[in-house]
C-alpha cells in the first residue's frame, strides 16, 4: 500500500481507535482553517450546490476501507466532495425556506459538546450541562413573558417540540376517545405529523381557512369545535402560528387564546420561526398573546443564529411535561442521587440528549443581548424594505403585505394584462433560472391558489445590496421570459 493511501503509524494511540495529542491538534487546527475558510468565500460564492444521486453515487458508493488512510486526507475529503453539496443556509443570499446563520461561538459550542461528550439525559450524568440549559430555558421564558413556573427543554427542532406538546395536550385533556385538533391551512406540516403520532385521525385534524392576510378565520374556529363536540368529538388542543413558514403571518393568538380559556381547550403557539422576534420591542408587540399559550415552540437554529440543532418547547406550567412523560425504568434506579432535581428526560421524548443549550449560552455571553436585538431587527427592516422595493417595481407584485421577515411576491407587470395559468408558469420559470444561474437561493409557496416567490430574509450577514441585487435579477429574468414568451 502506497504511503499516501494508509494511516501514518505517528497518528495512532495505543488501541488503533486513538490519536495522539499532536495530531488530535493539527487535524482540529485544520477543520478550524477549512471552516473559517468557507466563511470568508462564502459570499462570492452561490447559495447551492448540489448533484443528482447517479452522479455522487459514482463518486461515494463504495465499501469501508479495512485500513485506514491518512485523518487529513479524509477530512479534506469531506470537505471538498461532500459538505458543500448543499443548500447552503448561512449565505447572504440563501433566501428560500428558513435560512439562518450560526455564530462562531455556537459552532465551537457544539464541538466542545461534543468533546466532553455530554449525555445531558438526567442530572446525575450531567449536572453542569442540566443547570445550563435550565437557564438558557428561563432566559426563553422571560424574552416571550411567561411566569414564574414556566418551563421546558431543549429539542431537535420543531417537530419535535409539537410532539412533546401534543402529547402533553393529551394527557392534560385526560386520553380521551374521540380526540381532534384544530390549526390553520397554514400551519407547518410538523403539527399534522405531531397530531397523527399521538394517535388523532386525519379526519379528526382540521386544517382551518384563513382571512386575506392568512390568519387563522376564528369564525371557523368556533364552527368546528362546536360542530365536533356537537358529533361527540373531544378537542384537545389549537395550534396557532407566530410567524407562519408561507407568509409570515401572525394569528389572532388573543382572540385564539380567550377561546381556548373558555373552551378548556390546550393552545400551542408554534413560534418556531418568529417566536424569537421577540427580544425586540416591535417583535413582542407583533406577537402580543404568545405568553398566554399552554405551549410555545421555538428554534434558536433560526432567528437566533444557531447551529442545529436548537429547538425548544416551552410550556406554562412545567409539571405538565414531566407528568406526561416522566416513566420509571430499573436501569436509571440510580438517578436517585438527583431525584429532587430535574431530568429532562422526564420532560419530553428523549432519554439520550446532546447538550443543545451550551450553543445559545456561549454566543450570548460573547456577544450580548443587544447585538442579537440588533440582527433580529435588521430581517424585519430588510423586509419592509423589500416590500417597499416591490410596491414600486413595474415588473413585480406583492401577494400579502411581509409579516416578521418574510416577502411574498411574483412577476407580474401590470401592463401585461396575463392570466394566473401564465403567471404561474413565468413565474416557475424565473425561479428555474435563479436556482442555476445565480448566486442566490429563492423559494416559493401557494397562497390562495397563486405561486408566489418568497423571500425569508433573516441572515445577519444580509446587507440590501444582496436583497435588491437578487430582486434586480428577479425583474430581468421576469422581463426575458415574458418577452419571450410574446414572440
Not at 80 to 88: A, C, D, N, S
Not at 110 to 123: K, R
Not at 209 to 215: L, M
Not at 472 to 480: A, D, L, M, S, V
Amino acid at each position: 500500500m502506497a504511503r499516501s493511501e494508509r494511516r501514518e503509524v505517528s497518528e495512532l494511540g495505543d488501541d488503533g481507535l486513538c490519536m495522539t495529542p499532536e495530531s488530535m491538534l493539527d487535524l482540529a487546527r485544520r477543520a478550524a482553517e477549512l471552516l473559517v475558510e468557507r466563511t470568508e468565500n462564502l459570499p462570492g460564492e452561490g447559495a447551492w450546490d448540489g448533484d443528482f444521486q447517479q452522479e455522487l453515487e459514482k463518486q461515494l458508493m463504495e465499501a469501508p476501507p479495512e485500513e485506514g488512510r491518512p485523518a487529513k486526507e479524509v477530512l479534506e475529503r469531506a470537505a471538498r466532495e461532500i459538505l458543500p453539496l448543499t443548500g447552503r443556509n448561512d449565505h447572504p443570499r440563501f433566501f428560500g425556506f428558513i435560512p439562518s446563520s450560526p455564530t462562531w461561538p455556537g459552532v465551537l459550542a457544539d464541538f466542545m459538546a461534543s468533546g466532553f461528550h455530554i449525555n445531558q439525559c438526567t442530572w446525575l450524568v450531567a449536572s453542569g450541562p442540566s443547570q445550563l440549559e435550565l437557564v438558557v430555558i428561563d432566559w426563553f421564558r422571560r424574552w416571550i413573558g411567561y411566569p414564574e413556573g414556566a418551563g421546558g427543554l431543549f429539542t431537535s427542532g420543531g417537530s419535535a417540540a409539537s410532539l412533546d406538546a401534543f402529547v402533553a395536550a393529551r394527557e392534560a385533556a385526560g386520553h380521551p376517545d374521540g380526540a381532534s385538533v384544530y390549526m390553520a391551512d397554514q400551519s407547518h406540516s410538523a403539527h399534522v405529523r405531531a397530531a397523527r403520532i399521538i394517535g388523532i385521525r386525519p379526519e379528526r385534524i382540521r386544517l382551518l381557512p384563513c382571512d386575506a392576510r392568512f390568519r387563522l378565520d376564528m369564525g371557523a374556529l368556533e364552527r368546528a369545535v362546536n360542530e365536533d363536540r356537537a358529533a361527540g368529538l373531544h378537542p384537545i388542543a389549537v395550534c396557532a402560528n407566530a410567524g407562519a413558514s408561507s407568509t409570515g403571518a401572525i394569528d389572532p393568538l388573543g382572540e385564539m387564546a380567550d377561546f381556548c380559556e373558555a373552551q378548556g381547550i390546550w393552545l400551542h403557539v408554534d413560534a418556531a420561526y418568529g417566536g424569537f422576534a421577540a427580544v425586540t420591542e416591535r417583535g413582542k408587540e407583533l406577537l402580543a398573546g404568545m405568553e398566554r399559550a399552554d405551549s410555545i415552540g421555538m428554534d434558536a437554529h433560526k432567528w437566533f443564529f444557531q447551529p442545529y440543532e436548537a429547538g425548544a418547547l416551552l410550556v406554562k406550567d412545567v409539571k405538565t411535561l414531566e407528568h406526561a412523560f416522566a416513566v420509571r425504568h430499573d436501569i436509571l434506579q440510580d438517578t436517585i442521587w438527583g431525584a429532587n432535581h430535574p431530568n429532562f428526560s422526564d420532560r419530553g421524548l428523549q432519554l439520550s440528549r446532546s447538550f443543545r443549550a451550551l450553543k445559545v449560552w456561549m454566543s450570548v455571553q460573547t456577544f450580548g443581548m443587544a447585538a442579537f436585538r440588533r440582527a433580529v431587527s435588521r430581517g424585519m427592516e430588510l423586509a419592509e424594505q423589500a416590500e417597499a422595493y416591490v410596491r414600486e417595481s413595474p415588473v413585480l407584485e406583492m401577494l400579502t403585505p411581509v409579516s416578521l421577515g418574510i416577502v411574498c411576491f411574483r412577476v407580474n407587470p401590470a401592463e401585461a394584462g396575463l392570466g394566473e395559468e401564465a403567471l404561474e408558469e413565468i413565474n416557475k420559470t424565473v425561479l428555474a433560472r435563479i436556482f442555476w444561474d445565480d448566486r442566490a437561493f429563492v423559494s416559493s409557496t401557494l397562497l390562495s391558489g397563486k405561486f408566489a416567490l418568497r423571500f425569508c430574509i433573516i441572515n445577519h450577514n444580509t446587507t440590501w445590496d444582496d436583497v435588491r441585487e437578487t430582486l434586480e435579477t428577479i425583474e430581468r429574468f421576469g422581463t426575458e421570459v415574458i418577452e419571450k414568451g410574446s414572440k
